[in-house]
């Protein structure tokens, strides 16, 4: 049976967010479709429920609701007068509006409120489920159950600060996650780094129930990586060796965030060379249809003569710092 999910997307990088909920869901055999898309949300159709272990593995989506209702009527007092007595089980609930302040919370959440039966507690600080609903050009209304939490606020537990090994040059865990969410993967499917560092993307790939294989032309970084996935409970195949051993290796897709000139090591290589090298390394590791996800600074860099270049998103840091995310596909 289709459902309609409402996507709030989190401020980061909106493109990046509703692609990598788009090909998280085609990945576990949802068929997505997107709709209606404004501000920070999206409304995705699916050929069936989510399951909660779907809505974990989202690092970019701050909450995924089910959508009850949703029209182009403007007057949301309209719409709930039309609204059928709503069924909680026994759930207890709040209500709450999802852009602050639009129109009076309180206003609505007492019309709302009208269509729940009074067996329904009200729990303003931890209930069952919240009703939620937003006003813009559409009017919508959604069901989210407390207990299907994505990992928006959870995966910073493996924020570097919390980590015993730190590095500077680690990427978010929001954005690792997502580019491990690109790839076509599936728990139990092997994702390599093989340029690991201290393991930032390993730890959410192994967090999402993915065998991973780290490799790291450090010892030092080898040690850093099988320390940080320790630390988090999780665990993965770590050994120090170049690029060059990914053809050595059986894997699904490679997620990987190559040095990029500024305080990580190369073992004195020029990055343009070493990254002209992987490429191909690369290609004759892979199988068709399997995808690489890179982080780079520079996309020229990048030879995709034997890949499909599938998205290409851009990530910027600081002034003077933009990175790039690309997906790649085997042809
Ligand atoms: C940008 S860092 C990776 C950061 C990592 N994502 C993290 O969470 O810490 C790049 C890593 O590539 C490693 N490296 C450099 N040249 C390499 C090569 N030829 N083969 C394998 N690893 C290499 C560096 O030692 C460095 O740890």
């Given amino acids: ?19 990598e909920a788009e090909e998280l869901l085609k990945t576990e055999g949802y068929n997505p479709e997107t709709g209606f898309e404004e501000g920070q949300i999206v409304i995705i159709k699916t050929s069936q429920k989510l399951a909660l272990n779907t809505i974990r593995r989202l690092g970019m989506t701050k909450r995924v609701s089910r959508i009850i209702h949703s029209s182009e009527e403007k007057d949301i007092g309209k719409v709930i007068e039309q609204l059928p007595t709503l069924d909680l ?19 609505i959440a007492i019309k709302i409120g009208r269509k729940i039966p009074i067996e329904n507690e009200i729990a303003l600080d931890n209930p069952d489920v919240k009703i939620l609903f937003y006003t813009g050009s559409r009017t919508i209304i959604s069901i989210l159950e407390e207990n299907s939490t994505t990992a928006y ?14 590095s500077p040059i680690s990427i978010h865990p929001r954005i ?3 580019m491990v969410n690109l790839a076509n993967c599936s728990p139990n499917d092997t994702v390599l780094d093989p340029f690991c560092g201290t393991g930032g993307i390993l730890i959410e790939a192994a967090d999402m129930g993915m065998k991973v294989k780290g490799m790291d032309l450090l010892e030092k970084m080898v040690v850093n990586s099988k320390g940080n996935l320790e630390h988090f409970g999780l665990e993965g195949k770590i050994k120090k060796g170049d690029v060059k051993e990914s053809k050595n290796q059986s894997f699904e897709a490679i997620v ?23 490429m191909t390394i690369f290609s004759e590791a892979m199988e068709k249809g399997k995808r690489i996800v890179m982080a780079i600074s520079n ?3 990048i030879q995709t003569t034997n890949f499909k270049k599938i998205y290409q998103f851009e990530w910027y840091i600081h002034k003077s710092l933009t990175r790039y995310i690309m997906v790649l596909e085997k042809n």
């Fill in 256 to 278: 990987t965030d190559p040095p990029y000139g500024i305080a990580s090591s190369t073992g004195g290589e020029k990055i343009s060379e070493l990254l002209q090298r992987t």
């Fill in 153 to 166: 606020k959870s995966c910073l537990e493996h924020h570097v600060r919390y980590r015993p090994y730190f």
């Fill in 176 to 178: 690792a996650r997502s």
């Fill in 299 to 301: 996309p020229e860099l």
């Fill in 89 to 107: 089980g026994k759930n207890s609930f709040a209500i709450r509006q999802i852009r602050r302040n639009v129109i009076s919370e309180r206003k």
């Fill in 1 to 19: 049976m289709t459902s309609e999910y409402l996507f709030e997307l989190g401020g980061e990088n909106k493109e990046l967010a509703k692609i």
